[in-house]
Nanobody
Framework: QVQLAESGGGLVQPGGSLRLSCAASGFTFSNYVMSWYRQAPGKERELVATIISAGGSTNYADSVKGRFTISRDNVKDTAYLQMNSLKPEDTAVYFC???????????WGKGTLVTVSS
């Protein structure tokens, strides 16, 4: 059974840091492109960051470049999102996505809430 389980969300003050984790199971993790999306209240879901393979190509939304870092561990079948210098506008539910390379097959986690507020 395919599962993506996000964790690490919570309440943090502006300027603070959080590390999100996405634990994967039920599929061959290394064959999948991993991404983090987020959805703020009243807004559409947006792509935050993508990583093709461990140590490989990454892409970021302009709004998080220089502050967020995506990584993955193909031994632990886990993807991460290190978020630094957090801003109130980063407040959202963060979702993990796995998309099989060269395919439309993809899976979603249930999300983890990040709230940036003083």
């Amino acid at each position: 059974q395919v599962q993506l389980a996000e964790s690490g969300g919570g309440l943090v003050q502006p300027g603070g840091s959080l590390r999100l984790s996405c634990a994967a199971s039920g599929f061959t993790f290394s064959n999948y492109v991993m991404s983090w999306y987020r959805q703020a209240p009243g807004k559409e879901r947006e792509l935050v960051a993508t990583i093709i393979s461990a140590g490989g190509s990454t892409n970021y939304a302009d709004s998080v470049k220089g502050r967020f870092t995506i990584s993955r561990d193909n031994v632990k079948d886990t993807a991460y999102l290190q978020m630094n210098s957090l801003k109130p506008e980063d407040t959202a539910v963060y979702f993990c996505n796995a998309r099989r390379r060269f395919s439309t097959i993809n899976y979603w986690g249930k999300g983890t809430l990040v709230t940036v507020s003083s």
